[in-house]
């Protein structure tokens, strides 16, 4: 019997994470197309082409892409989200998006709810799982009001990480008293932020770990995925830093638990984080698309990519019976940076982090099969230090001279 043909991709959104699923199905044999902002790097990998009609921005201009006569000739292709913006697009309009490409096969309401951290601690709650403690609040007043129901220190979550994010640039504000809460609330809502306080879990980021799997029609997982954090920055708030791959049996019972409750279809991640206290892993967040970390996955022996791709289009799967324990994804810039904040407050030495990156290591950007989109990231790295290694000298000069 004739495998079928290997229809092209569409990678919509994302970074790091669409860099990896690029290179992976271009080195399948796979046609790969890239949708994004312009400023992501993975428009200069030489594994795919970038579609730019009319010229790339965002998701509004993705749709007109999409639905555009400049890309009938990708009818049929296989449509892969990698951002959270991805999936609202595709949640929204998916009806028209299906009559031209293939679909990831997710419930497009779960989607919208596992969007949205609130409903994902609903949905926890209600199949078992344990959740930090949290609470929604709609306005200033209502802060008021319920303030002796709170207990510090708390986080302020963004219902939408996304639309936080391009605000504050993390994933959360912290408040350990009433008065700094207050504030973060008040700014918020300010800017039309809706957010859920939820409890802060103590303990190091060595305490996160993470479940990945892919469910099918009937629920069944084709594989399963487990890993740690070292290290995060900023630390208890950042990206992750520094990964690695473990085999992590409680994780994998408690994830695969709560995709199944949920009725998850498709491509899931879910991040825990144990509670010294209890002794609990609580749910953190999770997310129905590929990850930062997908890379890592893919070096481990999970090819997670081709493995989407060629379920959505009848290709026989790769193997998934196992992957490599041990291995690291390392951020250098960015560890470095939590290493001398974790130095500072006298919770790691030197010698100990040179240590704990003496090994191989998987990088999330540079591979030397395909150099550009890491050198392009280095260039604006390097500009980005300069500016403010000019800013900064500027100041200094600007105080000198009024004292003067």
Not at 111 to 131: E, F, M, S, W
Not at 142 to 150: G, I, K, N, V, Y
Not at 151 to 164: D, E, N, Q, R, Y
Not at 258 to 272: D, I, P, S, T
Request: aromatic residues 10%.
């Amino acid at each position: 019997m004739r495998a079928p043909q290997k229809v092209p991709a569409i990678v919509l959104g994302g970074s790091a994470n669409s860099i990896s699923v690029v290179r992976s199905l271009a080195r399948a044999g796979v046609e790969v197309y890239s949708l994004n902002h312009p400023e992501e790097t993975v428009r200069f990998s030489r594994y795919c082409k970038n579609l730019e009609c009319p010229p790339p921005g965002g998701p509004m201009e993705w749709l007109e892409c999409l639905l555009g006569p400049q890309t009938d000739h990708l009818r049929g292709a296989v449509l892969l989200t990698c951002s959270d913006e991805a999936i609202e697009l595709l949640v929204d309009h998916s009806e028209a998006l299906a009559e031209r490409y293939i679909l990831e096969e997710e419930s497009r309401e779960l989607r919208r709810n596992l969007l949205q951290k609130l409903t994902t601690y609903d949905l926890a709650k209600k199949h078992g799982i344990p959740v930090p403690g949290y609470w929604h609040v709609r306005s200033p007043e209502e802060l008021t009001e319920r303030m002796d129901e709170f207990v510090f220190p708390l986080i302020l979550k963004p219902l939408l990480s996304h639309h936080f994010h391009a605000a504050y640039g993390k994933k959360y504000l912290l408040a350990t008293n009433q008065g700094e809460l207050e504030e973060h609330y008040a700014d918020v809502h300010r800017l039309g932020i809706d957010v859920v306080l939820m409890e802060f879990i103590p303990g190091p980021d060595t305490r996160l770990c993470s479940y990945y799997t892919y469910l099918d029609a009937d629920g069944e997982p084709l594989f399963h995925f487990t890993k740690r954090i070292i290290r995060r920055f900023p630390t208890n708030m950042g990206g992750a830093s520094y990964h690695i791959t473990d085999w992590i049996e409680e994780v994998k019972d408690l994830g695969l638990a709560f995709f199944q409750g949920v009725g998850l279809r498709g491509l899931g991640n879910v991040e825990f984080k144990l509670d010294e206290r209890d002794g609990t892993l609580k749910l953190i967040e999770c997310n129905a698309r590929f990850t930062a970390a997908n890379c890592l996955l893919d070096a481990s022996g999970l090819d997670v990519a081709l493995l989407v791709y060629n379920h959505l289009t009848g290709h026989p799967l790769p193997s998934v019976d196992n992957y490599t324990s041990g291995l690291r994804l390392w951020n250098p810039v960015s560890d470095l940076f939590a290493f001398r904040e974790l130095y500072r407050r006298g919770e790691i030495t030197a010698v100990q982090w040179l240590r704990s990156i003496f090994y191989p290591q998987t990088f999330a950007v540079f591979h030397f099969a395909d150099p550009a989109p890491a050198l392009v990231e280095w260039a604006r790295l390097g500009r980005a230090m300069l500016s403010r290694r000019i800013e900064r000298t500027a100041a200094r000069v600007a105080r000198a001279m009024a004292r003067t």
